[in-house]
Nanobody
Framework: QVQLVESGGGLVQAGGSLRLSCAASGRTWSSCAMGWFRQAPGKERMFVAAITWNGLSTYYADSVKGRFTISRDNTKNTVYLQMNSLKPEDTAVYYC????????????????WGQGTQVTVSS
């Protein structure tokens, strides 16, 4: 089992930055690929970014490429999502997820989920 707890969400003006954190626990966490997803009101949960277990490979949705950076520190059991140049359309609940195996962009491919953290970007 893997437990995930997100933090770092909040209200920010357009053009600002936020860093989300995902604290993980569980025996197999460090061997899991990690992903960030987001869900806006009335919309489906969408892929944002993913990172391999060792942090050597990352993958981003086109909508965040060049603005968001995913990283992980396995010594601290934490995954991060640095979000820069935020736009109102980035407003959503952001979820951290883990899966055993390589990185994937489909939410169905992930086995463990956090409870989410709200990010609101004002115009």
């Amino acid at each position: 089992q893997v437990q995930l707890v997100e933090s770092g969400g909040g209200l920010v003006q357009a053009g600002g930055s936020l860093r989300l954190s995902c604290a993980a626990s569980g025996r197999t966490w460090s061997s899991c690929a990690m992903g960030w997803f987001r869900q806006a009101p009335g919309k489906e949960r969408m892929f944002v970014a993913a990172i391999t277990w060792n942090g050597l490979s990352t993958y981003y949705a086109d909508s965040v490429k060049g603005r968001f950076t995913i990283s992980r520190d396995n010594t601290k059991n934490t995954v991060y999502l640095q979000m820069n140049s935020l736009k109102p359309e980035d407003t959503a609940v952001y979820y951290c997820a883990a899966r055993v195996g390589g990185i994937q962009s489909g939410s169905d491919e992930y086995d463990y989920w956090g409870q989410g953290t709200q990010v609101t970007v004002s115009s």
